[in-house]
C-alpha cells in the first residue's frame, strides 16, 4: 500500500498531515500581525469585523447554529432557567418539526412496500418542490421569530423586565416564610450600620420601617402583591419585584447593606450561591450582608419532606459567606423561630464563589 | 459467474466526486480485467449499468462501501454482515446542518452511527487523506490506507503555464471559492472577509461557485451581502459545468477557503493545478491536501482573511512561489499516480495470490 508522498513505501501507513513549510508558516503569522495592525489603524475596517458578526447573528437561524444543543444559559448565577433558552429550545424544535421530508417511508411489508416505492418514486419530483418551497418558507418564519426573541430578550434586559420569568425553583413548594416577629426586627435592625439598605424580601415592611427609624435609608423588594399593599398602606418604601431580578439589576456597590430573609428560606442553594454574588457586587466596599433565616432543620416532618434541599440554617449561611471573603458570624435572636442571626462584614475584595 | 468487485454507493450523480470517484475505480479494475458491479440506493440518470441495492446478494469477491452519508446502502451491509472495503471520505458533523436542514442533520448523524457499525465489519479502510485514516483508526480499524478521491479535471495540470497570468489591477482582483453552498464551508466568512476586501481593492470580486445545499443558507448568504454592501460585487455562479468551472479558475486570481470541515478538500487541489494561489482556513485535512502550498491561517476573522488575499493579490513574487508550489503539489493528486495508489490499496485482496 502506499500513501499519497510515497509509491513504494508498502503497507498501510497513515501520513501525519504536513501543517505546512516554515517560510508558510511565518508568513501567516506575519499576515496575521499585519491584520491586528490593521484593525488597530482602521476603525471602519474594524466595526465591519463587529457589524459581520452580527447581521450574521440575525441571518442565520439560530445564534448558535453550530452546536446548538447546548443550552443558551442564564448569565447570572441564580440557576434560573432563562425564558429566552426556554424558547429558543422550543423553537429549535419547531424548526425540527416544520422542516417536511419528501422521502414518505414505504414500511416494510414486501408486496405493499413495492407499490409505496413506485408510488413515491413517481410523485418524488412533486413533492420535492412542493416541501422545498414549504422548508425555505418555515425556515424563514422560525428565523424571523428566533430574530424577535433576541430582540424582546435583549430589550426585556435593557428594562429590567423579568416578571415572566419562571418562579424560581423551590417557590410554591414551601409556604411562605410569616412575617419577622419584633424580636427578630428589633435585632437585624440594630445590627445594620450603613445605609442605604436593602431588604430582600421586604414582606409587609416592619423591618425597613425599623432600619428607617434608625436614620438609614432603606427600602425592601417583595414579589407577593397582598405583602407590598399592606406595606404601602403605611407608606413604607416596599417595591413589588422579582427580588432576584431586582438584586442583579441594581448597581454596583450601591448598597450599604442587604438583608436577605424571607424568600431565601425557599431557595435551593445553587440559587443562594448566585444571591451572595451579587449581593457582594452590589454592597459598598465596608457594606454588610445580614441573614434572618429559620433552620431548615425545624421544620416540620412535611416541609422537610417537600422542602429538601431549599434554604439552608444560620450556621451554613455563615459559613456560605466566609467562604465569599466575608467576616461572619451567629448573634441569637431571642424569637422562637429564627434563634439566630447572621452579621457579615467584607473583609476584602470579596472572591465569587464558583458553583 | 460472481462479480470480483462490487461497489456500494447511495447514488451516482452527475458531477459529483464521490460518482466520479466510484466511475473511476471501474475503470481501473476492468482494465485490470476484473468484473465491477455498481450497486446503489436510489437510480438515477447517471445510473446506467448499475443495481438496486435490494438485488445486492453479496457474493462478490471484494464490495467496496462508498462512505460519506447515513445510506440504505451501508445499512443493507450492516444488515447483512457483509465484510467490506470501508472507502471513507468523511462525514460532516450533524451540528453544521441541525439549524439549517434538520433533514440532512438526522443523515449524516446516521452515517456516523453507522461508521461506528461498520467498522467491525470492515476488511481493510481506505481514507481520502490521513485526516480521514486517523478517524478509522480511532474506530478500531488497524488496517488503514490512504489513497486520495481518483478525479480527472479536462486539463487539470497546468505544468507550463505558471507565469501566465495577468498582472492583477491596484484596486481589483477575483476571489474564488469552489463548493457545495453550504454551513460547514462557511460562505459567509468569505462574504465577510471579502466586505473587508473590498474596502482595501474596491474592484475586486468574490465568486462562489456551487450548488445551495441548503437553500436557506444561500438566501442568507445573499442577505449577508446585500447587508454588507457588496452584493453587485459577490457572484453566485451556481453549479456550472466543467467547461464553465475550467473558466472560473482561469479568471480567478486566489482561491480562498473558510471551510471549518473538509475530509480532502477536491477544489484546493484543482486550484493548485491551475496555478491559482491558495488561501486557506486550517481545518480538518486542509493543510494536508495543500502541503505547504498554500497560504493556511489559524485565524479567519474577516480582516485577516482580506489581509492575507490582499497580500496574495499585491505581491507578484508570493503569487509566483504559490502558483509554482501548488503546480507540484496538485500533482501528488495526478490520476496517474492516485489510480496506481488505489490499485495498490486493492490489489491484494483481489489477488490473494500476489
Same mark, same amino acid.
Given at each position: 500500500?502506499?500513501?499519497?508522498?510515497?509509491?513504494?513505501?508498502?503497507?498501510?501507513?497513515?501520513?501525519?498531515?504536513?501543517?505546512?513549510?516554515? +517560510?508558510?508558516?511565518?508568513?501567516?503569522?506575519?499576515?496575521?500581525?499585519?491584520?491586528?495592525?490593521?484593525?488597530?489603524?482602521?476603525?471602519?475596517?474594524?466595526?465591519?469585523?463587529?457589524?459581520?458578526?452580527?447581521?450574521?447573528?440575525?441571518?442565520?437561524?439560530?445564534?448558535?447554529?453550530?452546536?446548538?444543543?447546548?443550552?443558551?444559559?442564564?448569565?447570572?448565577?441564580?440557576?434560573?432557567?432563562?425564558?429566552?433558552?426556554?424558547?429558543?429550545?422550543?423553537?429549535?424544535?419547531?424548526?425540527?418539526?416544520?422542516?417536511?421530508?419528501?422521502?414518505?417511508?414505504?414500511?416494510?411489508?414486501?408486496?405493499?412496500?413495492?407499490?409505496?416505492?413506485?408510488?413515491?418514486?413517481?410523485?418524488?419530483?412533486?413533492?420535492?418542490?412542493?416541501?422545498?418551497?414549504?422548508?425555505?418558507?418555515?425556515?424563514?418564519?422560525?428565523?424571523?421569530?428566533?430574530?424577535?426573541?433576541?430582540?424582546?430578550?435583549?430589550?426585556?434586559?435593557?428594562?429590567?423586565?423579568?416578571?415572566?420569568?419562571?418562579?424560581?425553583?423551590?417557590?410554591?413548594?414551601?409556604?411562605?416564610?410569616?412575617?419577622?416577629?419584633?424580636?427578630?426586627?428589633?435585632?437585624?435592625?440594630?445590627?445594620?450600620?450603613?445605609?442605604?439598605?436593602?431588604?430582600?424580601?421586604?414582606?409587609?415592611?416592619?423591618?425597613?420601617?425599623?432600619?428607617?427609624?434608625?436614620?438609614?435609608?432603606?427600602?425592601?423588594?417583595?414579589?407577593?402583591? +397582598?405583602?407590598?399593599?399592606?406595606?404601602?398602606?403605611?407608606?413604607?418604601?416596599?417595591?413589588?419585584?422579582?427580588?432576584?431580578?431586582?438584586?442583579?439589576?441594581?448597581?454596583?456597590?450601591?448598597?450599604?447593606?442587604?438583608?436577605?430573609?424571607?424568600?431565601?428560606?425557599?431557595?435551593?442553594?445553587?440559587?443562594?450561591?448566585?444571591?451572595?454574588?451579587?449581593?457582594?457586587?452590589?454592597?459598598?466596599?465596608?457594606?454588610?450582608?445580614?441573614?434572618?433565616?429559620?433552620?431548615?432543620?425545624?421544620?416540620?416532618?412535611?416541609?422537610?419532606?417537600?422542602?429538601?434541599?431549599?434554604?439552608?440554617?444560620?450556621?451554613?449561611?455563615?459559613?456560605?459567606?466566609?467562604?465569599?471573603?466575608?467576616?461572619?458570624?451567629?448573634?441569637?435572636?431571642?424569637?422562637?423561630?429564627?434563634?439566630?442571626?447572621?452579621?457579615?462584614?467584607?473583609?476584602?475584595?470579596?472572591?465569587?464563589?464558583?458553583? | 459467474? @460472481? #462479480?470480483?468487485?462490487?461497489?456500494?454507493?447511495?447514488?451516482?450523480?452527475?458531477?459529483?466526486?464521490?460518482?466520479?470517484?466510484?466511475?473511476?475505480?471501474?475503470?481501473?479494475?476492468?482494465?485490470?480485467?476484473?468484473?465491477?458491479?455498481?450497486?446503489?440506493?436510489?437510480?438515477?440518470?447517471?445510473?446506467?449499468?448499475?443495481? !438496486?441495492?435490494? /438485488?445486492? *446478494?453479496?457474493?462478490?469477491?471484494?464490495?467496496?462501501?462508498?462512505? @460519506?452519508?447515513?445510506?440504505?446502502?451501508?445499512?443493507?451491509?450492516?444488515?447483512?454482515?457483509?465484510?467490506?472495503?470501508?472507502?471513507?471520505?468523511?462525514?460532516? #458533523?450533524?451540528?453544521?446542518?441541525?439549524?439549517?436542514?434538520?433533514?440532512? %442533520?438526522? @443523515?449524516?448523524?446516521?452515517?456516523?452511527?453507522?461508521?461506528?457499525?461498520?467498522? !467491525?465489519?470492515?476488511?481493510?479502510?481506505?481514507?481520502?487523506?490521513?485526516?480521514?485514516?486517523?478517524?478509522?483508526?480511532?474506530?478500531?480499524?488497524?488496517?488503514?490506507?490512504?489513497?486520495?478521491?481518483?478525479?480527472?479535471?479536462?486539463?487539470?495540470? @497546468?505544468?507550463?503555464?505558471?507565469?501566465?497570468?495577468? /498582472?492583477?489591477?491596484?484596486?481589483?482582483?477575483?476571489?474564488?471559492?469552489?463548493?457545495?453552498?453550504?454551513?460547514?464551508?462557511?460562505?459567509?466568512?468569505?462574504?465577510?472577509?471579502?466586505?473587508?476586501?473590498?474596502?482595501?481593492? !474596491?474592484?475586486?470580486?468574490?465568486?462562489?461557485?456551487?450548488?445551495?445545499?441548503?437553500?436557506?443558507?444561500?438566501?442568507?448568504?445573499?442577505?449577508?451581502?446585500?447587508?454588507?454592501?457588496?452584493?453587485?460585487?459577490?457572484?453566485?455562479?451556481?453549479?456550472?459545468?466543467?467547461?464553465?468551472?475550467?473558466?472560473?479558475?482561469?479568471?480567478?486570481?486566489?482561491?480562498?477557503?473558510?471551510?471549518?470541515?473538509?475530509?480532502?478538500?477536491?477544489?484546493?487541489?484543482?486550484?493548485?493545478?491551475?496555478?491559482?494561489?491558495?488561501?486557506?482556513?486550517?481545518?480538518?485535512?486542509?493543510?494536508?491536501?495543500?502541503?505547504?502550498?498554500?497560504?493556511?491561517?489559524?485565524?479567519?476573522?474577516?480582516?485577516?482573511?482580506?489581509?492575507?488575499?490582499?497580500?496574495?493579490? *499585491?505581491?507578484? *513574487?508570493?503569487?509566483?512561489?504559490?502558483?509554482?508550489?501548488?503546480?507540484?503539489? %496538485?500533482?501528488?493528486?495526478?490520476?496517474?499516480?492516485?489510480?496506481?495508489?488505489?490499485?495498490?490499496?486493492?490489489?491484494?485482496?483481489?489477488? !490473494?495470490?500476489?
Amino acid at each position: 500500500m502506499s500513501s499519497p508522498e510515497s509509491l513504494d513505501t508498502k503497507q498501510s501507513s497513515v501520513e501525519e498531515p504536513n501543517a505546512g513549510r516554515p +517560510d508558510m508558516r511565518h508568513l501567516s503569522a506575519e499576515i496575521e500581525a499585519e491584520a491586528d495592525n490593521l484593525r488597530q489603524q482602521n476603525q471602519e475596517i474594524a466595526l465591519i469585523e463587529l457589524e459581520t458578526e452580527q447581521i450574521w447573528a440575525d441571518l442565520s437561524p439560530s445564534d448558535n447554529a453550530v452546536g446548538s444543543d447546548s443550552s443558551v444559559g442564564s448569565d447570572n448565577s441564580f440557576g434560573l432557567q432563562n425564558s429566552f433558552g426556554a424558547e429558543g429550545h422550543l423553537l429549535d424544535r419547531a424548526a425540527r418539526a416544520a422542516a417536511l421530508n419528501p422521502q414518505v417511508p414505504i414500511g416494510s411489508r414486501r408486496g405493499l412496500r413495492s407499490i409505496k416505492w413506485a408510488v413515491r418514486k413517481l410523485t418524488y419530483w412533486y413533492i420535492r418542490f412542493l416541501t422545498d418551497q414549504f422548508n425555505v418558507f418555515a425556515s424563514l418564519l422560525v428565523q424571523h421569530l428566533r430574530n424577535l426573541e433576541a430582540r424582546l430578550s435583549r430589550l426585556e434586559q435593557a428594562a429590567g423586565v423579568v416578571d415572566e420569568q419562571p418562579v424560581p425553583a423551590g417557590l410554591g413548594v414551601l409556604p411562605d416564610p410569616p412575617e419577622l416577629a419584633i424580636p427578630v426586627v428589633t435585632k437585624v435592625a440594630s445590627a445594620v450600620n450603613a445605609g442605604p439598605c436593602l431588604v430582600l424580601s421586604g414582606g409587609e415592611g416592619a423591618l425597613v420601617q425599623a432600619i428607617g427609624n434608625q436614620g438609614l435609608r432603606a427600602y425592601g423588594v417583595e414579589q407577593h402583591p +397582598d405583602r407590598v399593599l399592606a406595606g404601602l398602606r403605611q407608606q413604607i418604601d416596599i417595591r413589588s419585584e422579582n427580588v432576584l431580578a431586582h438584586l442583579v439589576g441594581s448597581k454596583d456597590a450601591e448598597f450599604g447593606a442587604i438583608v436577605l430573609t424571607g424568600v431565601v428560606e425557599t431557595l435551593p442553594l445553587q440559587d443562594l450561591i448566585g444571591i451572595v454574588n451579587q449581593a457582594s457586587l452590589k454592597l459598598k466596599n465596608s457594606g454588610q450582608i445580614i441573614v434572618a433565616v429559620a433552620n431548615p432543620a425545624a421544620r416540620s416532618q412535611v416541609e422537610l419532606e417537600l422542602g429538601a434541599g431549599l434554604g439552608i440554617s444560620p450556621a451554613t449561611w455563615c459559613h456560605l459567606l466566609q467562604h465569599a471573603g466575608f467576616e461572619a458570624w451567629l448573634e441569637p435572636c431571642t424569637d422562637a423561630r429564627i434563634t439566630e442571626i447572621v452579621v457579615a462584614c467584607r473583609t476584602a475584595q470579596a472572591p465569587t464563589i464558583q458553583n | 459467474m @460472481s #462479480p470480483a468487485v462490487d461497489i456500494l454507493i447511495p447514488q451516482m450523480a452527475s458531477a459529483d466526486a464521490t460518482s466520479n470517484h466510484t466511475r473511476l475505480i471501474q475503470e481501473l479494475l476492468e482494465e485490470k480485467q476484473f468484473e465491477v458491479r455498481i450497486v446503489v440506493e436510489r437510480r438515477t440518470r447517471a445510473t446506467r449499468g448499475t443495481i !438496486p441495492i435490494e /438485488k445486492w *446478494k453479496c457474493d462478490a469477491q471484494v464490495s467496496i462501501l462508498q462512505h @460519506s452519508i447515513g445510506s440504505e446502502v451501508a445499512q443493507c451491509v450492516i444488515r447483512k454482515r457483509s465484510p467490506i472495503v470501508l472507502n471513507y471520505h468523511n462525514i460532516t #458533523p450533524a451540528e453544521y446542518f441541525r439549524a439549517w436542514q434538520p433533514e440532512l %442533520a438526522r @443523515s449524516v448523524e446516521r452515517g456516523r452511527q453507522q461508521l461506528h457499525q461498520l467498522a !467491525p465489519l470492515t476488511r481493510r479502510g481506505i481514507a481520502d487523506s490521513a485526516f480521514n485514516a486517523r478517524e478509522l483508526q480511532e474506530l478500531g480499524i488497524n488496517d488503514v490506507v490512504v489513497s486520495p478521491v481518483l478525479w480527472q479535471l479536462d486539463g487539470q495540470l @497546468s505544468h507550463g503555464d505558471a507565469e501566465t497570468t495577468n /498582472k492583477i489591477s491596484e484596486d481589483g482582483g477575483t476571489m474564488l471559492f469552489v463548493g457545495r453552498l453550504a454551513p460547514n464551508k462557511c460562505q459567509h466568512d468569505l462574504i465577510a472577509a471579502f466586505a473587508v476586501l473590498s474596502r482595501l481593492r !474596491p474592484k475586486s470580486r468574490l465568486v462562489l461557485v456551487g450548488d445551495a445545499s441548503p437553500p436557506e443558507y444561500l438566501l442568507s448568504l445573499k442577505g449577508l451581502a446585500r447587508r454588507l454592501g457588496v452584493n453587485d460585487r459577490v457572484v453566485f455562479a451556481g453549479k456550472v459545468s466543467d467547461q464553465d468551472l475550467l473558466g472560473w479558475y482561469q479568471v480567478a486570481d486566489v482561491l480562498a477557503c473558510a471551510s471549518e470541515h473538509e475530509g480532502f478538500g477536491v477544489p484546493l487541489v484543482e486550484a493548485m493545478a491551475k496555478g491559482l494561489p491558495v488561501v486557506a482556513y486550517d481545518a480538518a485535512a486542509v493543510a494536508e491536501t495543500l502541503h505547504g502550498a498554500g497560504i493556511v491561517l489559524s485565524d479567519k476573522r474577516p480582516v485577516t482573511v482580506a489581509t492575507a488575499i490582499n497580500r496574495v493579490l *499585491k505581491d507578484r *513574487k508570493l503569487q509566483s512561489t504559490l502558483r509554482h508550489r501548488g503546480i507540484k503539489a %496538485a500533482q501528488r493528486f495526478d490520476i496517474s499516480l492516485t489510480r496506481q495508489q488505489m490499485w495498490d490499496a486493492l490489489r491484494d485482496l483481489l489477488e !490473494p495470490q500476489s
